[in-house]
């Protein structure tokens, strides 16, 4: 694993090779999951918007849903771009990366090195991303109100939570080189944003632009905060395993979503060997089981990973540096 100080000194972090013993056939389904999802979307939206325009409202809300989970996958492609796993080529991975930040509100180059302390300082006070609930001290009540806020307004709310590392006083990104291209980056949504409004407003179509990026873009955005609670908030560890909930399907359903999910919901083989791209997630399966006293073991679905996380959502925090109530 890289040192915490690798994104403070370098605008883009070196990439560890999988073993030789990573390699392994997989699937060529599997192996153009993103491709396919990223034309999953394009086709969704383009139905969503003749759907719409022929008045079948009845159509409108399943495709919203199924353009909102696939937007979900796409976002989950723009973390595995911060790892260079998204694409063979780093010029094609870096390209990725930065057009799906741009429609995200997002740095690319600030959630990769946030995303860094995440996996340095996994659900320890210096994991950024999981912030206020591994910061000790903090009221019940201001954390409730983060998880509200991130829940509901994941698509908001996301954005903020990086931006804040990024300004504060005492932002752990202090190279120069690095800030500059942050700033690059933000100017670049600004830009982008300010033209996609213009069009939109030029061409009077702002009700289509609500049914086909709005609407399936805060519902995904929402999809995405509520996987990374199951995945990490609520569970008094601080190791791969026992401070992630990881999901190993057991039914055909269950294994489609995690393939149109990058196999995200393997997340705890991820913080093990986070060199394995995402293809490869499913031959480690064995990895996820517990060795340790405090280790949690996978769950079979989404929906015993989530009652596990309901049960601990009214005091939300993480990691195991928690004084005991």
Same mark, same amino acid.
């Given at each position: 694993?890289? &040192?915490?100080?690798?994104?403070?000194?370098?605008?883009?972090?070196?990439?560890?090779? @999988?073993?030789?013993?990573?390699?392994?056939?997989?699937?060529?389904?599997?192996?153009? $999951?993103?491709?396919? !999802?990223?034309?999953?979307?394009?086709?969704? /939206?383009?139905?969503?918007?003749?759907?719409?325009?022929?008045?079948?409202?009845? !159509?409108?809300? @399943?495709?919203? *849903?199924?353009?909102?989970?696939?937007?979900?996958?796409? +976002?989950?492609?723009?973390?595995?771009?911060?790892?260079?796993? !998204?694409?063979?080529?780093?010029? =094609?991975?870096?390209?990725?990366?930065?057009?799906?930040?741009?429609?995200?509100?997002?740095?690319?180059?600030?959630?990769?090195? $946030?995303? /860094?302390?995440?996996?340095?300082?996994?659900?320890?006070?210096?994991?950024?991303?999981?912030?206020?609930?591994?910061?000790?001290?903090?009221?019940?009540?201001?954390?409730? =109100?983060? $998880?509200? =806020?991130?829940?509901?307004?994941?698509?908001?709310?996301?954005?903020?939570?990086?931006?804040?590392?990024? =300004? /504060?006083?005492?932002?752990? #990104?202090?190279?120069?080189?690095?800030?500059?291209?942050?700033?690059?980056?933000?100017? *670049?949504?600004?830009?982008?944003?300010?033209?996609?409004?213009?069009?939109?407003?030029?061409?009077?179509? %702002?009700?289509?632009?609500? %049914?086909?990026?709005?609407?399936?873009?805060? #519902?995904?955005?929402?999809?995405?905060?509520?996987?990374?609670?199951?995945?990490?908030?609520?569970?008094?560890?601080?190791?791969?395993?026992?401070?992630?909930?990881?999901?190993?399907?057991?039914?055909?359903?269950?294994? +489609?979503? &995690?393939?149109?999910? +990058?196999?995200?919901?393997?997340?705890?083989?991820?913080?093990?060997?986070?060199?394995?791209?995402?293809?490869?997630?499913?031959?480690?399966?064995?990895?996820?089981?517990?060795?340790?006293?405090?280790? #949690?073991?996978?769950? @079979?679905?989404?929906?015993?990973?989530?009652?596990?996380?309901?049960?601990? *959502? &009214?005091?939300?925090?993480?990691?195991?540096?928690?004084?005991?109530?």
């Amino acid at each position: 694993m890289n &040192s915490p100080s690798t994104f403070e000194n370098d605008s883009v972090p070196p990439v560890v090779a @999988p073993t030789e013993e990573d390699h392994g056939n997989t699937h060529w389904v599997t192996r153009a $999951a993103f491709p396919l !999802l990223s034309a999953s979307l394009t086709v969704s /939206q383009v139905a969503l918007g003749f759907a719409y325009y022929y008045g079948i409202y009845w !159509l409108c809300v @399943p495709l919203v *849903l199924l353009a909102s989970h696939f937007m979900h996958g796409i +976002l989950v492609g723009f973390h595995e771009a911060s790892h260079g796993h !998204l694409r063979k080529s780093r010029f =094609l991975n870096e390209a990725d990366g930065l057009i799906i930040g741009t429609f995200s509100f997002m740095s690319f180059s600030l959630y990769r090195a $946030a995303h /860094q302390k995440h996996h340095s300082h996994l659900a320890t006070e210096r994991d950024v991303e999981l912030w206020p609930f591994v910061t000790v001290g903090t009221p019940r009540w201001t954390r409730r =109100l983060a $998880a509200f =806020l991130e829940l509901n307004f994941g698509i908001l709310f996301t954005p903020f939570l990086f931006l804040r590392v990024f =300004l /504060q006083k005492d932002s752990f #990104i202090r190279n120069k080189r690095v800030r500059r291209r942050i700033w690059m980056e933000y100017a *670049l949504v600004v830009v982008v944003w300010i033209l996609i409004f213009s069009t939109v407003s030029f061409l009077h179509i %702002w009700d289509y632009y609500l %049914w086909v990026f709005l609407i399936p873009g805060v #519902i995904a955005g929402n999809l995405q905060s509520w996987r990374k609670y199951i995945e990490h908030v609520g569970l008094k560890g601080h190791t791969a395993r026992s401070a992630t909930r990881s999901i190993v399907a057991d039914s055909w359903s269950g294994r +489609l979503l &995690s393939l149109t999910l +990058l196999h995200e919901p393997l997340h705890g083989i991820h913080h093990v060997k986070m060199a394995l791209p995402y293809d490869k997630l499913p031959k480690h399966t064995a990895l996820l089981d517990p060795d340790e006293e405090g280790d #949690i073991p996978p769950f @079979p679905n989404y929906r015993s990973a989530m009652m596990h996380l309901l049960r601990n *959502l &009214s005091d939300p925090k993480s990691g195991s540096h928690w004084p005991e109530a």
